[in-house]
């Protein structure tokens, strides 16, 4: 792969004494900076007045571009090259520190050079170039020559080395790219179209402890839910329904001995069949009103107890589910058409999102869904759903005078373990068609009092704020006007160097090597 270099050079003055040492005790002289990324590396140099003959020590730092830490392991080298003369290379094998390496440049001869760093280390080998620069005498000290192309200086915010290798830090390249077409609003996750079910007693009762579910439980299809004991008329007290009891029980056994008798002496035709038929009918009846009073004795006494007894019905599944809300406490009286508890099919799941006018109608306009992405509160990444998984369901017809936008129902083959039901995502639906524009990751964003920046590095330890305003969005790109093709935008870490800026005192540059 064709190597992507860069080049950012900068002159600076360093008023740290620890940062530089003159090569004339008697004289301030400028020191110069160097800023150049390669594939696996980025370098800035710090480094002394160039003068043939005379030593100028570069405390070069270097930052792997894997993760942006300091290198730890390696050796540092820089090349001065020339047509038609031998390479002068300076290596220092041993770093000052992690990240750090004083190479010391003693250059043979007056002129101007390519300058190249090497760096070894155990992830690999690279040269990155680092443009040109001017080899002078003690009369005129050489440094960085102006390159072409390089951006015009400008001020920056001072953001050490030390401080990015210690916070969560990368930058990148802003390039242009192509961004697909769409739409975004919030949406709330709910339960699809019957996914939904409320239970309800279908008489007066008392719900039973036993069993008793709870929020979560997953059910499978009739599995019992609730059991209810239908509830016996306050009227009466239990006293009054055992005496009951007893007084029945007393002319059932009458009436039994009477139809028996009666059944005997119609085998001798000394009554008739309708005599014997009205005795049988008086008998059924009080045993059903014995059975009766029997059940509602059990009833309260299993009321009472607080335990299972007595005639009870259930409460099932209507179909596979899961226990969104319990309504009902155990031993509680409820009535007829009570809610007991609502039930949920977990998957798959419906997305209400909430488009302006506009919006809506591109969606309706557009063949299909490309793809949606959902950012949750709190979350970084955006939730990426699988095309296979959406299925727009419908479009309202109407506007919401509210809210001035227009429903859209999207189904996802998702379940509610992954989007739970009630929650309030940002969604962005993926239309066909697309443009090319600069697109960032969605961490260079930064909230600056409620306007949108991004920050750019103008040099190793120097970075510039940029407003940017934002355009379409496709999960962690994100279209922004505001920005340069070849600018090194800071992709993570962003924040840190705002609280820098707003934490500056106007203190000198340069810091203790």
């Not at 996750?189 to 008793?212: F, H, I, K, N, Y």
Request: aromatic share 4%; glycine share 10%.
């Amino acid at each position: 792969m064709k190597r992507i270099l860069a080049l950012a050079v900068a002159a600076a003055l360093i008023g740290a004494a620890g940062c530089r040492r003159s090569p004339d005790a008697g004289a301030e002289e400028e020191g110069w900076a160097v800023t150049a990324w390669g594939e696996r590396f980025e370098i800035f140099a710090e480094v002394e007045p160039l003068v043939a003959g005379q030593p100028a020590v570069s405390h070069t730092h270097v930052t792997v571009l894997a993760d942006f830490s300091p290198l730890r392991a390696g050796e540092v080298a820089a090349i001065l090259r020339a047509p038609g003369t031998a390479d002068e290379v300076f290596r220092q094998p041993a770093k000052s520190r992690d990240g750090i390496y004083a190479v010391t440049f003693n250059p043979a001869r007056e002129g101007e050079f390519d300058l190249v760093f090497e760096v070894e280390a155990p992830s690999g080998r690279e040269r990155i170039s680092a443009g040109r620069v001017r080899v002078g005498s003690k009369a005129s000290p050489g440094g960085a020559l102006e390159a072409s192309g390089v951006a015009p200086k400008e001020d920056g915010t001072s953001f050490l080395k030390e401080q990015q290798w210690r916070t969560v830090f990368a930058t990148e390249w802003v390039r242009e790219g192509v961004v697909p077409a769409t739409v975004h609003g919030p949406a709330r996750v709910r339960p699809a179209g019957g996914g939904e079910a409320v239970l309800t007693a279908s008489m007066d009762a008392v719900v039973s402890p036993r069993p008793w579910p709870f929020p979560g439980q997953a059910l499978s299809r009739g599995a019992i839910v609730f059991q209810l004991t239908p509830q016996v008329s306050g009227i009466r007290s239990a006293g009054e329904l055992e005496a009951e009891v007893t007084a029945l029980s007393t002319e059932v056994l009458t009436a039994r001995n009477r139809s028996e008798r009666l059944r005997e002496l119609l085998k001798l035709e000394a009554v008739s069949p309708a005599e014997v038929e009205r005795a049988d009918t008086v008998r059924t009846s009080l045993e059903a009103r014995l059975a009766s009073v029997r059940r509602d004795v059990a009833t309260v006494r299993a009321t009472r107890s607080g335990g299972g007894g007595g005639t009870s019905v259930v409460v099932r599944a209507p179909w596979s589910s899961q226990v969104a809300e319990i309504s009902v406490a155990p031993g509680q009286a409820v009535s007829a058409g009570a809610a007991l508890a609502r039930l949920v099919r977990p998957s798959p799941v419906w997305l209400e999102v909430a488009l302006t006018p506009a919006d809506a109608s591109q969606l309706a306009a557009a063949p299909g869904v490309q793809g949606l992405y959902l950012r949750r509160a709190g979350q970084p990444e955006p939730v990426a759903i699988p095309l296979r998984a959406v299925r727009v369901v419908s479009r309202s017809p109407e506007v919401d005078p509210r809210t001035a936008t227009v429903k859209v129902i999207l189904e996802l083959q998702q379940s509610a373990a992954e989007l739970p039901f009630g929650s309030t995502v940002e969604a962005e639906v993926a239309l066909p068609g697309e443009h090319r524009d600069i697109a960032v990751p969605a961490s260079a964003l930064v909230d600056d009092g409620g306007v949108t920046i991004v920050y750019v590095q103008l040099e190793g330890e120097s970075f510039a704020r940029r407003e940017v305003r934002l355009g379409a969005r496709q999960g962690e790109q994100v279209a922004v006007t505001g920005l340069r093709v070849g600018e090194r935008l800071v992709t993570r870490g962003g924040q840190a160097i705002r609280r820098a800026a707003l934490l500056s005192t106007g203190a000198p540059e340069g810091h203790v090597h």
